[in-house]
């Protein structure tokens, strides 16, 4: 997750008020704006924490306040700056649905979006449906005696976007950025991550037994009695079990040398010779495609004799299982009910969700850029689309200047390196051409229209391969409050849900505007091209190696700094993040906020009107690194801090804050800190 922007460039314009001029009077002297509050600057002062020393700990002095105050919602597992807006964009969103839902109109996408939040929330009629609208997914499921109908299972459930073992779409290939492929990766756990399978640190044997004791509730609930439910729920474990040490960590799923293997059709048939893949490929609609890569050979081939040598009824079990865990939330309440048990598990969660806020997720997963339009309209205007590309470019070429002085890199590499960042494209706010939504939907069948929806999807992805890469189709829907790089796209994309207020306000101190806008969304997307893994990518996203060995083992060197560092910081007591898994995200958070400030003072230097200095006492400067830490003002469930610890490649927010100021070379100074203070160390990192 990263920070948010809107329109930049056109940023501190102060109005006189009205009761400064005399209309009257033209020959009278007109007062001088009046100054900046801080209110009015972008910084929440009631989030401040004044006893706080910003050169001891900055988080607790820019969020001391908030974090003392705040409350987490009991159906949320965070609050802070990111959950305020992605509320304020679900209550928008709710308002559309509930709008088209009552609608009279003809208009086929109003209908659309109506006729599916209003099946949605329809819970009467999914009450009274039960369990029926997964039966043929269970009876696909049980239908396994042999290794072959397993595969015929398997290859029904695929189809109906449930994945057991692994799953199949397209990918961009990373030999050859401009062609579509078809990829075959790891899938199948219930679980977030293998170790919660294999390790037994901190809390994850309590973990594990919550778990397992929640599939054996679910398989009573599908109307095994509890001898036999306990019989099914061991099976499923113990498969899911041997699936999870067949498969990759997320460390080493970080080297996109490990998870790319272009073994083609033949390749992929001599991996796993016993499965019909000629038969799942027709059934996918791709039987003709030969170009294939694989996250790892020896996955498959551990699939597939784990298929040859497990118990058919196990395997049935496991299958069920998978049935079970996916449709769960869409089901009756029991059903809902149940799945909840380890959201609580996992994520602290006190209280499920609204109804009407799981329907708008669905709508915005299901039909976003149909959704999308009427957000777009009402919270993104051309304008500030404009303005965001050119602040883009504006922290592009702050980067630039940043490559000519990098110590660690030479001019063999500086080359290459310039070429990458001319390249990088930008996408701002939301397509510009909606996706289209080619199927029926019904008011009154929920699970009939999420059915449609995943089959339409599929279809959707499948066909792109064999064609070429389409540069313009989002990964995000417009609303979402985030934003990403694709490496092999060379491309960053900046939705319209992170480019809103609080992030950015278009009369906020463009200090503000530059420390939490400029540094937490744009750097930092920008800096992902030249992280641990995006740096491995050239200008044209190929998975190829421009660097020089010299350049090379110095950005190795910088790197494991950050990874040393953050590996220090502690989750919750005694869980320490891991500096590996979020290596990415940490080199992006502080490169960001470096170019960030570097681009403020070019941008600040290249102003005819002074900037305003000085906002109740507090500098410019100073107001920078505020606005880039109070976008991170965060309360967190301890258990949702644990999950991510293990789970999650960014880092808790106090991390984000704190982690990345003590290696900025301006706070000291912004501050006045004493060398050596908490915020000032003598020793520090840099990559970017």
């Not at 974090?67 to 304020?88: C, F, L, Y």
């Not at 099946?119 to 239908?143: F, N, R, V």
């Not at 502690?570 to 960001?592: F, M, Q, R, Y």
């Amino acid at each position: 997750m990263v920070r948010g922007m809107r329109t930049f460039l056109l940023l501190f314009v102060v109005a006189c008020s009205a009761a400064h001029a005399d209309p009257h009077d033209q020959g009278r002297m007109q007062m001088a704006p009046a100054p900046m509050t801080l209110a009015q600057s972008g910084i929440v002062a009631g989030w401040l924490d004044k006893t706080a020393d910003p050169c001891t700990d900055f988080f607790q002095y820019a969020c001391g306040g908030f974090t003392k105050n705040a409350e987490i919602p009991a159906d949320r597992s965070s609050w802070g700056t990111i959950p305020m807006v992605v509320k304020e964009s679900e209550e928008f969103q709710k308002k559309t649905l509930e709008d088209a839902a009552k609608a009279t109109s003809r208009d086929p996408l109003t209908q659309k979006l109506g006729a599916y939040y209003a099946a949605c929330m329809d819970e009467a009629a999914i009450e009274k449906a039960g369990i029926t609208p997964i039966q043929p997914l269970l009876a696909s499921a049980a239908s396994v005696k042999d290794p072959a109908t397993a595969a015929a299972a398997i290859i029904a459930l695929h189809a109906e976007g449930v994945f057991p073992f692994f799953a199949a779409g397209p990918s961009q290939d990373f030999g050859d950025a401009t062609k579509v492929i078809a990829s075959f990766d790891q899938a199948g756990l219930g679980l977030p991550e293998r170790k919660f399978y294999l390790q037994n640190t901190d809390t994850l044997p309590k973990t594990r037994k919550a778990y397992q004791a929640h599939q054996v509730r679910m398989f009573q609930l599908s109307g095994l009695d509890a001898k036999k439910a306990k019989v099914a729920a061991d099976n499923a474990f113990r498969v899911e079990t041997a699936i999870a040490k067949l498969q990759q960590d997320d460390v080493t799923r970080r080297d996109p040398h490990a998870i790319y293997h272009r073994v083609e059709r033949v390749g992929l048939e001599k991996a796993a010779p016993t499965f019909p893949w000629g038969d799942y490929l027709a059934k996918a609609g791709i039987g003709s495609v030969t170009q294939i890569t694989v996250n790892d050979p020896k996955y498959f081939t551990g699939i597939a004799k784990l298929l040859q040598a497990e118990k058919p009824a196990a395997l049935a079990d496991y299958l069920t299982w998978t049935v079970l865990r996916s449709s769960a939330p869409n089901l009756s309440k029991p059903w809902v009910d149940e799945a909840f048990t380890m959201e609580k598990e996992l994520s602290g969660v006190k209280e499920l969700p609204p109804r009407w806020r799981r329907c708008v997720h669905h709508v915005d997963s299901e039909l976003g850029e149909l959704l999308a339009q009427s957000y777009v309209k009402a919270k993104f205007s051309g304008s500030a689309k404009v303005s965001a590309t050119d602040l883009t470019k504006s922290v592009l070429a702050a980067m630039r200047s940043e490559i000519d002085t990098l110590p660690w890199m030479d001019a063999a590499t500086r080359g290459p390196a310039k070429a990458k960042l001319d390249k990088m494209a930008y996408l701002v706010g939301y397509p510009d051409r909606w996706r289209a939504y080619d199927f029926a939907i019904s008011p009154t069948d929920f699970a009939g229209n999420v059915r449609a929806a995943t089959k339409f999807e599929i279809a959707r992805q499948m066909t792109k391969i064999g064609k070429p890469v389409d540069r313009f189709d989002w990964q995000m829907t417009p609303p979402t409050v985030n934003a990403y790089y694709d490496s092999s796209l060379n491309e960053l994309v900046l939705p319209a849900g992170q480019l809103q207020p609080p992030f950015y306000g278009a009369g906020f101190h463009p200090a503000v505007n530059f420390g939490d806008t400029g540094g937490g969304t744009i750097g930092h997307e920008m800096t992902h091209g030249f992280d641990d893994e995006g740096s491995q990518f050239d200008a044209d996203g190929n998975l190829h190696d421009w660097w020089s060995a010299d350049t090379k083992k110095k950005f190795g060197a910088a790197t494991k700094c950050i990874q040393d560092q953050y590996s220090k910081y502690e989750a919750v007591p005694k869980v320490h993040l891991d500096g590996k898994l979020t290596s990415g995200e940490n080199i992006a958070d502080n490169g960001g906020v470096k170019l960030a400030y570097e681009a403020y003072k070019t941008w600040r230097a290249a102003q005819k009107t002074p900037v305003q200095k000085d906002v109740e006492g507090i500098s410019d400067d100073q107001l920078f690194y505020l606005g880039y830490g109070q976008s991170w003002c965060m309360k967190v469930t301890p258990e949702s801090l644990v999950t991510r610890a293990h789970s999650d490649p960014h880092s808790p927010a106090q991390w984000r804050v704190n982690g990345v100021i003590v290696n900025q070379p301006g706070f000291a100074a912004a501050f006045s800190c004493k060398a050596g203070a908490p915020m000032a160390p003598a020793k520090n990192c840099s990559v970017w």
